[in-house]
């Protein structure tokens, strides 16, 4: 019998995932393992590659197959975080654990200079975005400054994704999204690396060959057969950044639609038709040669549930419940959720979180829920960017652990006054992964993953969101020269 299984892979910021998807769209098996996040320093986010990465790989693989023939895996398709810098030697093997994407703010002296070097309208025009927390040369050269004899050993650069596929295949390949995501490095418009600035950042280190997303790069090799138990000479395809991976599983495939994932951070993402710039956001390749995407994202979302959960000693599902009983506004409190700096659209590193309007009335129920909406608070600042650029949102799809419930979805909807469509798998990226791997074999996906659920807004929330909406506007504006003194405290600055 033929295979007609397709596996997809991911790797998140606090968790990995597999799936087992049928040719028909439908779920065989899922399973998924935390793992944790290295913080060495204050600003400072990273991964062990081989130990979390291709080690969550091997063991979810072999989970997921077990008492399953890897004949059965018809193609293999991989997504991971991104951009993400891992620094390995000529044979590929990690000098260091990787620096994690935008909420590792290391190297903010590198993006000045770089930006100096190349002149902002020039990184805007070929690279489509301005240097931020997010890119990735600016992180290439602080290894070069502060790790000298790293740097000295250092000839490869893998993307999450891309260390996945060259573990699996031997295939040194970045997929066209994240090359396109890792400023200054990629030439949008071109669409190929950008030779000035890679030979100015990264002289020493090979160019990956570029591929798009679900296209068919290289095959399983008999080495990372015995690892996992797949079969050798399976098809594995580029793969990509977990975002765009999960905005085509949940469907988004037309220009106009946006997906909005509730993860640990929260990112948007949506399908433009040319390349889209704005100041405040990411520009990048799409899907396929003939998309582009228009990308923002949060620092901090699920993450801060977790966080003030493990504070209180409540579980997320108690305090939900808790939230949905508090009215919208919670009782007077807006909170600031830049708790590790913000992304889009402020990009401040040292922007940091706060609560306004606190009093003794208010219990872990109202700042649980203040946390939901001031996230909301965030999508909104986010989703009226994209429209200042020309790209507002004509769908908006919800994927992600936050999907789960009505409370924090319903939340959203009220603050944006944009409806939400609920797929029915929001599983993550690997889902997208499953499908792109299945698009790459022929398989017809459209009729995967239909949308069970519409999410309205409230119009009779709508007043109170609008003021509280306009408070956390203004109140960052006013508080931002008191908060990057306080985390210049933090990180051990004098004042």
């Given amino acids: 019998m033929a295979p007609d299984l397709y596996l997809g892979l991911d790797i998140g910021t606090s968790s990995s995932k597999a799936v087992l998807v049928s040719s028909s769209g439908a779920v065989v098996a899922s399973t998924s393992r935390p793992h944790g996040v290295s913080t060495p320093y204050p ?37 991971g975080i991104g951009p993400v810098v891992l620094v390995a030697d000529g044979d590929g093997r990690p000098l260091r654990p990787a620096i994690l994407y935008g909420i590792d703010t290391r190297a ?25 927390t997010q890119a990735v040369g600016p992180k290439v050269l602080w290894i070069r400054r502060h790790e000298p004899a790293v740097w000295a050993r250092t000839r490869r ?8 596929v060259f573990r699996l295949t031997g295939e040194y390949v970045a997929d066209h999204y994240s090359a396109s995501a890792s400023d200054p490095l990629y030439d949008l418009r071109a669409r190929t690396w950008w030779a000035e600035a890679w030979d100015e950042i990264a002289p020493s280190v090979e160019r990956p060959r570029l591929a798009w997303p679900g ?34 599983g949940a469907g988004c ?64 599902a108690t305090l939900m419940e808790g939230a949905a009983r508090v009215p919208p506004g919670s009782a007077g409190l807006v909170l600031l959720p830049y708790f590790a700096g913000e992304r889009t659209p402020l990009f401040d590193p040292d922007a940091r979180g706060c609560w306004l309007g606190l009093t003794l009335h208010h219990g872990r129920e109202h700042l649980f829920r203040s946390i939901l909406e001031g996230v909301a608070f965030g999508v909104r600042h986010n989703v009226e960017t994209m429209a200042e650029a020309g790209a507002s949102p ?37 889902y997208g992964d499953a499908r792109m791997a299945a698009e790459a074999m022929g398989v017809d996906t459209s009729a995967w993953n239909p949308i069970v659920r519409t999410v309205l ?19 960052y504006a006013r508080l931002r020269e008191d908060l990057h003194i306080l985390a210049g405290l933090s990180a051990g600055r004098e004042p």
Avoid: K
Avoid at 51 to 69: K, S, T, Y
Avoid at 157 to 164: E, G, R
């Fill in 394 to 430: 004509t769908r908006l799809f919800a994927v992600g652990g936050g999907t789960r419930g009505d409370v924090w979805v319903q939340i959203v909807s009220d603050v944006t006054q944009v409806p939400q469509l609920v797929p029915s798998i929001t599983i993550g990226a690997a």
């Fill in 43 to 79: 600003g400072h986010f990273e991964h062990d590659a081989e130990a979390v990465w291709w080690g969550d790989a091997r063991a979810l693989i072999r989970e997921i197959l077990a008492g399953r023939d890897g004949r059965g895996i018809a193609a293999v398709g991989v997504s």
């Fill in 157 to 164: 650069w893998f993307l999450s994704s891309a260390y996945l």
């Fill in 215 to 248: 296209e068919v790069v290289g095959s399983v090799a008999p080495d990372a057969s015995a690892q996992t138990g797949l079969r050798a000479g399976t098809p594995v395809i580029a793969g990509t950044i977990d975002a765009l991976a999960e905005a085509y």
């Fill in 108 to 132: 903010t002296r590198e993006i000045d200079d770089l930006t100096t070097r190349f002149g902002e309208s020039t990184l805007v025009r070929v690279c489509g975005n301005r240097l931020t």
């Fill in 253 to 316: 495939s037309e220009v106009g639609d946006t997906m909005v994932m509730y993860g640990s951070t929260l990112f948007l993402i949506q399908t433009v038709a040319a390349p889209t710039v704005h100041p405040a956001l990411w520009a990048a390749t799409g899907r396929t040669p003939s998309t582009y995407s228009l990308a923002a994202g949060m620092a901090t979302s699920g993450i801060l549930t977790s966080w003030f959960s493990d504070l209180v000693g409540g579980d997320i």
């Fill in 457 to 475: 807004p409230e119009a009779a929330t709508r007043s109170v969101y609008d003021t509280l909406y306009a408070i956390y506007r203004r109140a």
